[in-house]
């Protein structure tokens, strides 16, 4: 599975941005799919995940509440809906794919696509 990540950007206070991430394959369905973010100097987090099985979400604490993610199969594409932002969402974000059901654990996920990175200024 190769994964393409896009839609970043700066971005004020207060403002949103949605991210994007397109996988090749013909088995995305099959992936639980989710958003991590690095921000310099820190380790790789999670961010927000859409497990593959019943299409239930979960989410960090930080972004609870101003972050949704979802998923098209057929567009084989997830997107990260971000309102709200703030200057500590400041990163580089990342998608990835874990077969069937994950953890959401940086070392579980079985693909990574490229950062697409996050400014936001306040």
């Known amino acids: 599975v190769q994964l393409q990540a896009s839609g970043g950007g700066l971005v004020q206070a207060g403002g949103s941005l949605r991210l994007s991430c397109v996988a090749s394959?013909?088995?995305?369905?099959?992936?639980?799919m989710g958003w991590f973010r690095q921000s310099p100097g820190k380790e790789r987090e999670f961010v927000a995940g859409?497990?593959?099985?019943?299409?239930?979400?979960n989410y960090a604490d930080s972004v609870k509440g101003r972050f949704t993610i979802s998923r098209d199969n057929a567009k084989n594409t997830v997107y990260l809906q971000m309102n709200s932002l703030k200057p500590e969402d400041t990163a580089v974000y990342y998608c990835?794919?874990?077969?069937?059901?994950?953890?959401?654990?940086?070392?579980?996920?079985?693909?990574w696509g490229k950062g697409t990175l996050v400014t936001v200024s306040s």
């Open positions: 990835a794919a874990d077969a069937y059901e994950s953890t959401w654990s940086v070392l579980g996920m079985d693909y």
């Open positions: 859409h497990s593959w099985s019943d299409g239930s979400t």
């Open positions: 394959g013909r088995t995305f369905s099959s992936y639980s």
